[in-house]
C-alpha cells in the first residue's frame, strides 16, 4: 500500500471524469516541510503556527518566528502556504502563559479573542510574517472568527503594520491575502457579509463539530456518538460552500474530515475542491478520488442532501462500492 501511494506522488489529482482536486497539507514545525514534497501536496493548506509556541519554553522572539516563517516559504518553494495566526487557548496550552482558570476552555479566551485583547503578541507574529514574506505572496488566516467584526479589526491590525513598514521602506509582500477560518457556527449566519470581506475561507471542521453537535473534540467516549457524515453537518458544510462561490471567494476544509478518504469523498461531493490534511493522508485520499466519478456522485448526493436520512454514511459507503471507488 505505501509503495502504491508513493507511486501516486507525481500523479496530479484529477478525478476519473477530469475534475482536478487541490489536496494540501497540514503542517506546523519545520520537521513537516519535508512531508509536503514527499506526499506530492499542492502546498501548505494550513500552517499551525502555535506549534513553534508549543514546543517553546518561553514566547518566542520575533526573529525566531521570523525564521520559521522564511525557511516554511522557502521550502515551499513557490507552492502556496497558508498560516493562521496564533490559536492558543483551549486544547492548546502554553505552560508558560499564564492566564485565568477557565471552566470551559474550548468556549474560552483562545485563538482570535485573546488574539485582539492582547494586540502585542498578534501585531508581533504579523511583523515576523510580513517580514518573511517580503518580496512574495503573504497568506494568512484568523482562527475562532465569530463575528466579522473580529476579521475587520485583524485585518486593520495586519493593515497598519503593512503601511508602516512601507512608510520606513522596508520590503514587504507583494501580495497579502486575508482569510477567516468557519470553526464556529454563528459565522454559518454571516458568510454573505464574511465572504465579502475576505480573500478566502478555510473551514476548521475539528472546531466547526465539535461546537455544531456541542462534543467536545477531545473526549474518546463521545466520538462515535454523532456521525459527521449526517445531513446536519454536511448542510451546514454546504452552505458555506455554496455561498463563498457565488461570491467567488475560494475555500478549503482543513479539519481531520479531510483525511479520511470517504469523508474527503462526501466533502468532493458536495462541492468542495481544496481540502487540506495529515501528510500521510494524501495517499489514501488521492488514490480514492482518482477513482471517482465525481459528476455521478454530485448527481446522486446533492438531492439527498435536503432529504429526510438515516444512515447516510451507509449510503456513501454503498456509493463507493458501486462505484467501485
Ligand atoms: C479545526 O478546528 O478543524 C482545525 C483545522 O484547527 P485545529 O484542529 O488546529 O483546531
Ligand atoms: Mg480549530
Redesign the pocket.
Known amino acids: 500500500r505505501q509503495e502504491q501511494y508513493r507511486q501516486l506522488r507525481d500523479k496530479p489529482a484529477v478525478t476519473r471524469d477530469g475534475q482536478t482536486i487541490d489536496l494540501m497539507v ?1 503542517a506546523g514545525l519545520l520537521v513537516d516541510l519535508p512531508h509536503v514534497k514527499e506526499a506530492g501536496a499542492a502546498g501548505i493548506g ?1 500552517f ?1 503556527t ?1 506549534l513553534q509556541f508549543m514546543v517553546a519554553a518561553t514566547f518566542p522572539r520575533m526573529r525566531e518566528q521570523l525564521a520559521l516563517y522564511r525557511a516554511v516559504l522557502d521550502a515551499a518553494n513557490g507552492l502556496t502556504v497558508t498560516f ?1 495566526s496564533l ?1 492558543v487557548g ?3 496550552v502554553l505552560p508558560y502563559m499564564r492566564s485565568a482558570q477557565e471552566e470551559n476552555p474550548a468556549l474560552g479566551w483562545r485563538a482570535i479573542r485573546m488574539a485582539l485583547d492582547r494586540p502585542g503578541l498578534l501585531r508581533t507574529q504579523i511583523r515576523a510574517l510580513l517580514h518573511a514574506a517580503a518580496g512574495r505572496e503573504l497568506r494568512l488566516m484568523f ?1 475562532m472568527i465569530t463575528e466579522v467584526d473580529e476579521f475587520d479589526r485583524a485585518r486593520e491590525l495586519v493593515e497598519r503594520d503593512r503601511r508602516y513598514l512601507e512608510r520606513h521602506g522596508h520590503p514587504i509582500p507583494n501580495k497579502i491575502l486575508l482569510g477567516a ?1 468557519v ?1 464556529v457556527p454563528s459565522l454559518l449566519w454571516q458568510l454573505e457579509e464574511l465572504v465579502a470581506r475576505v480573500d478566502f475561507l ?9 461546537f455544531l453537535f456541542a462534543i467536545d ?1 477531545a473526549n474518546s467516549q463521545l466520538a462515535d456518538r454523532f456521525d459527521p457524515l449526517s445531513p446536519a453537518p454536511l448542510r451546514a458544510l454546504r452552505k458555506v460552500i455554496e455561498v463563498a462561490d457565488s461570491g467567488g471567494v475560494p475555500v478549503t476544509l ?3 474530515l479531510a483525511g479520511d478518504p470517504l469523508s474527503a469523498m462526501a466533502l468532493l461531493g458536495i462541492g468542495y475542491r481544496s481540502i487540506s490534511m495529515a501528510p500521510a493522508a494524501i495517499g489514501p485520499v488521492k488514490s480514492m478520488l482518482m477513482s471517482l466519478d465525481l459528476g455521478a456522485l454530485q448527481n446522486w448526493l446533492m438531492p439527498e442532501l435536503h432529504m429526510p436520512h438515516e444512515g447516510l454514511r451507509k449510503e456513501l459507503i454503498a456509493f463507493a462500492r458501486q462505484h467501485d471507488v
Open positions: 497540514n494550513l499551525r502555535e493562521r490559536d483551549g486544547d492548546k482562527p477560518m470553526e478555510s473551514v476548521g471542521s475539528n472546531d466547526l463539530l465539535q473534540r482543513c479539519g481531520e
